[in-house]
């Protein structure tokens, strides 16, 4: 019998999951955990949290709002190993053993770890690594032992990530090299036909720069939200051109083809922005509504969230640890008798 392909993934767990964060990673995940012919592994990744994000509070929020939010929008933990990295003590253990094989000269290249040290140059710091801790310097390794640990073919990510893909291939195989064939080498999977969606400032839809649009946001909030989406100054009755607009971009995102052509005509004859913003927020308001009382319902309820990533975080460990018990063996970590 041949292996399934297994994809795997995790999310940083420090902020409210938006409208980007959906159609970018969220909806493209949960089809692909409905592949028959693909193993799903997605996780928290909220020991990753800890390296961007010292406030308990809000690593706290998160996580419970990004679990709720997977499971609301439809992740079903049948098809997908659904958990918390720090339910997982099998991760931080090969994250020790693979940073005695990971070149210190390989994390130096990391363009996280260069564009702080970049920062402290500009500003003429004493020390070039001011501020900047181990778990930001050794992220990379974490993170390939997330992916290693389960022998992950396909990580889709980011553009931004692909760096850290490749270094979790260079670790892997540097592992496979001394103490033989032991993982499998992940490929990034960048996925250039998924959306990246705008924010209500018309740039790049990121927390960094506060200008989300929260996936469960109250009705009222949403409705209010959209309203604020920057858009030129054309009087209605003057022809718009869909390209260049938020609105247009966020409704293709989630409407039908027979929806996107007409809202096309509508902008060719001149739509309004007020009206176009009505329209887009009726459109949303009824996709989201199913999915936000269960995200409420979930909320409501972190007992049965608890459970649901715990079960998750058994079926994992049902594998990392007997792969850890095979790893630390091969590194001569084994029992006397
Ligand atoms: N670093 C990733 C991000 O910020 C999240 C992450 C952690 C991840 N571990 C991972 C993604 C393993 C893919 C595989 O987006």
Redesign the pocket.
Known sequence: MTQKQRV?????TTGTPHLGNYVGAIRPAIEASRNPDMEAFYFL?DY?ALIKCHEPARVAASRMEVAATWLALGLDTDNAVFYRQSDIPEIPELTWILSCVAAKGLLNRAHAYKAAVQVNEEEKAKDPDKGITMGLFSYPVL?AA??LMFNAHK?P??RD?VQ?IEMARDIGGRFNHLFGQTFVLPEAIVDEKTAVLSGIDGRKMSKSYDNTIPLFLPEKKLRKTIMKIKTNSLEPSEPKDPATCTLFEIYNAFATQDDVRSVRERYAEGIGWGDMKILLFDYLNAILEEPRERYAELMADPAKVEKILLEGAEKARSIAGPFLAEIRKKTGLLPFS
């Open positions: 795997l993934t995790g999310i940083t990744a990753h993170m997330d992916i990580v990510v980011g990530q850290h």
